[in-house]
């Protein structure tokens, strides 16, 4: 296939509800979503960077000059075989796996949709639906319960709990003795050190499934040292940012459940290295969220069909996250399934009248 060209657009989409972690408070999805064009067949991809660095090194900035300075040029320059060559054309450019994600992922769609495939055919995956679970930010928790209670009532498998320290053991205590028995998870992005071991083995005694990325987010062998310290499984997020990172984690025992976030690896041709080295050693996976919209949540719905996720992921209902989301086609759980979307490619269009609302910036790359 040859790409004729590439379009970059900046959305700001306004969130349901205030959204805060140990990073911050959002109130708005700032993405870029591109758009790859090939033969009259459009395919999109989602770029989930911060505006400024929080969640790892990349922003929006710096992932526009290297989209339309080098990658969506080279991405031009020559007929593209299959999408899981295209990352390794710009291996010369190092790092800023989601800026390649970003137009990797639109490749991907665009392949799939001119051969009239959905993407998880492509991926190896067979499932229709894909179990989901809810990440909860960081409120009161009086509205945290009601909130645990809303979903569990809703039928979502798990309930995952932003924590820091300080906001941790009272809010753990309060919804094990309303929930004793969900399925429930925390994920303290960073927050903690080695030195706060004795609050981790307080978050340890609350019979957790696992604790996410509760140290640096570039760290391995902390969480190694951790590990050994703990009952409750470890999982990694930050730190997971190539398939060889995820084997030096699994190799230093840093963690034994692996989150994978298309975006902060690298693309679907990096998961697909993660997910068969994971299932050859037997070591669970799941499917993480970046408050996608449409476009980013339905490349990850495709994604977690693999065999290899075995536990439920964020890709819960898009209506929990927004009031209106940029795409034709609603993805919303039932009972705690997500149905994958049918048709070629993710299977969602883009809702033109709304995305054009929405959008601060756009540009467009030719051949």
């Known amino acids: 296939m040859k790409i004729d060209?590439?379009?970059?657009?900046?959305?700001?989409?306004?969130?349901?509800?205030?959204?805060?972690?140990?990073?911050?408070?959002?109130?708005?999805?700032?993405?870029?979503?591109?758009?790859?064009?090939?033969?009259?067949?459009?395919?999109?991809?989602?770029?989930?960077?911060?505006?400024?660095?929080?969640?790892?090194?990349?922003?929006?900035?710096?992932?526009?000059?290297?989209?339309?300075?080098?990658?969506?040029?080279?991405?031009?320059?020559?007929?593209?075989?299959?999408?899981?060559?295209?990352?390794?054309?710009?291996?010369?450019?190092?790092?800023?796996?989601?800026?390649?994600?970003?137009?990797?992922?639109?490749?991907?769609?665009?392949?799939?949709?001119?051969?009239?495939?959905p993407l998880r055919s492509l991926l190896g995956g067979t499932r229709t639906e894909v179990p989901v679970g809810a990440s909860l930010g960081m409120n009161p928790i009086a509205q945290t319960l009601d909130s645990v209670a809303l979903h569990v009532e809703q039928g979502y498998q798990r309930v995952k709990l932003k924590i820091e320290p300080g906001w941790d053991v009272d809010l753990l205590s309060a919804v094990r003795a309303q929930f004793p028995d969900i399925e429930l998870t925390v994920d303290a992005n960073s927050a903690y050190t080695l030195e706060m071991i004795d609050a981790l083995r307080q978050i340890d005694e609350f019979g957790l499934h696992y604790i996410e990325q509760p140290l640096h987010w570039d760290d391995m062998l902390d969480h190694a040292t951790l590990a050994k310290q703990l009952r409750t499984e470890l999982c990694l997020d930050e730190?997971?940012?190539?398939?060889?990172?995820?084997?030096?984690?699994?190799?230093?025992?840093?963690?034994?459940?692996?989150?994978?976030?298309?975006?902060?690896?690298?693309g679907l041709q990096s998961v697909r290295e993660i997910h068969d080295h994971c299932v050859a050693l037997g070591v669970p996976m799941w499917c993480g969220g970046m408050l996608e919209t449409g476009i980013g949540r339905a490349h990850n719905i495709h994604l977690a069909t693999m065999p290899g996720f075995v536990f439920p992921g964020d890709t819960a209902s898009a209506s929990r996250t927004y009031v209106r989301d940029i795409t034709e086609q609603q993805l919303e759980a039932t009972n705690g399934v997500m149905p994958v979307p049918a048709g070629a490619g993710i299977g969602v269009t883009l809702d033109r009248d709304f995305v054009h609302e929405v959008t601060e910036s756009v540009e467009v790359i030719r051949r």
Not at 55 to 83: D, T
Not at 246 to 263: D, G, P, S, W, Y
Request: charged share 25%; aromatic share 8%; glycine share 6%.
């Open 5 to 117: 060209e590439v379009e970059l657009r900046l959305v700001r989409v306004p969130y349901r509800a205030p959204f805060r972690t140990s990073f911050g408070e959002e109130s708005e999805k700032h993405a870029v979503i591109v758009t790859v064009r090939s033969d009259g067949v459009e395919g999109y991809g989602e770029g989930v960077m911060d505006p400024f660095p929080h969640y790892r090194e990349e922003c929006i900035p710096g992932a526009l000059h290297l989209l339309r300075g080098a990658f969506a040029p080279e991405l031009m320059s020559r007929p593209v075989e299959h999408p899981s060559e295209v990352t390794a054309r710009w291996v010369e450019w190092r790092g800023n796996p989601m800026a390649k994600t970003a137009l990797e992922l639109a490749v991907w769609d665009c392949y799939a949709r001119q051969h009239d495939v």
């Open 239 to 266: 730190s997971l940012t190539s398939p060889a990172r995820v084997r030096m984690a699994l190799e230093l025992k840093a963690c034994t459940v692996v989150n994978v976030k298309v975006a902060r690896v690298g």
